[in-house]
């Protein structure tokens, strides 16, 4: 799919041969023939279409490319203690692979208190309060620290629960992707359960949205297809924003559609997020882009495309087609 993100390629269309082709085109009223209301709204800069009800509403078109075909989907961003996870249960029901894993339970923890009894009559008999205060006052200690822990523990989940994540137009599991904005549309008016339907704004969007609102933003538009092409074509040939904007919507569907495959290979620290951040670096200039060029070199395209063709490949597998 192309991408005016990316590269744009005007082609010339050929126009039926006229008697005369200096002489203005006219139509009936022997005037110039005016333009083509819908050759109009073609040219319309998508950052200049209405964008007031995705604004108010918080939730946004979105345009992805993958080697079966190119669909257009929802997505908004959410704290994550408002929203209820997809249900994966049924997909991995239908993975034969998932479905041979084992499933290991795990056990409640107890905590098991031993009583020496002699130990006990030693320290009940003795004139010595040392030993007892030593204890006291290491149990008072491992109290504070359970304590502190716990707290930590509480504000990291609180932190957890703010931090705004993904939700994408998906259900039990897949994303949801339609080839037209109409039939996007006849979906969200339809009242079919998906994982949006959760969100406040839902009822509203699904009252007001028209075909015409399905245009994405130019940085919501990502060519999924193009990555292990563009990997394999060498350091040299390596498409920045491309590689980046991949990046970013391959981590959100992981997260939302609950890909933890996806999301270790995406991962601080991975090779795939190595190249993320060197091909950043190389993109803001300065000294940073000189290293940044420098670090890429270290990378390999074989590897890199290897991976990318296995998180594309694992996105796919999780799509829902829909005309």
């Known amino acids: 799919m192309g991408n005016p993100k990316h590269t744009e390629v005007s082609v010339a269309r050929q126009s039926p041969q006229r008697p005369d082709a200096d002489e203005p085109e006219l139509d009936d009223t022997t005037g110039p023939a005016e333009p083509d209301e819908a050759d109009e709204a073609d040219d319309t800069p998508r950052a ?5 009800l995705w604004e108010e509403l918080r939730i946004d078109p979105v345009e992805i490319a993958l080697p079966a075909g190119t669909g257009f989907t929802l997505r908004a961003y959410r704290p994550a203690g408002s929203l209820t996870p997809t249900d994966v249960t049924e997909r991995d029901q239908d993975d ?23 130990l006990a009559e030693e320290f009940a008999d003795s004139d010595e309060e040392e030993p007892s205060r030593r204890r006291r006052d290491a149990d008072a200690d491992a109290t504070d620290a359970d304590a502190d822990a716990t707290d930590e523990d509480e504000d990291a989940t609180d932190e957890a629960d703010d931090e705004e994540v993904p939700v994408f137009l998906s259900h039990r599991g897949k994303l949801l992707l339609f080839k037209t904005p109409e039939s996007l549309v006849t979906f969200v008016r339809s009242g079919a359960p998906n994982d949006l339907s959760q969100l406040d704004s839902w ?18 538009t990502y060519e999924l297809d193009l990555v292990v092409e563009n990997l394999r074509g060498g350091h040299d040939t390596w498409d920045s924003t491309l590689l980046i904007e991949a990046g970013e919507v391959a981590r ?48 390999g395209a074989q590897t890199a495309s290897l991976g990318w063709r296995t998180i594309v490949g694992k996105i796919s597998a999780v799509v829902d087609w829909r005309d």
Not at 203 to 220: Q, Y
């Open 252 to 299: 959100d569907v992981s997260y939302a559609l609950r890909l933890p495959a996806v999301l270790d290979m995406l991962s601080a620290g991975s090779s795939l997020d190595n190249l993320d951040e060197a091909l950043r670096a190389t993109v803001n200039g300065g000294i940073g882009a000189f290293m940044g060029r420098r670090r890429l070199k270290k990378i």
């Open 48 to 52: 200049a279409i209405d964008r007031s």
């Open 96 to 118: 034969p692979f998932l479905a041979r894993r084992q499933v290991i339970e795990e056990e409640d923890d107890e905590t098991v208190v031993i009583l020496d009894e002699e």
């Open 203 to 220: 009822n509203e969007l699904s009252e007001r949205v028209e075909p015409a609102d399905i245009v994405p933003l130019d940085e919501d």
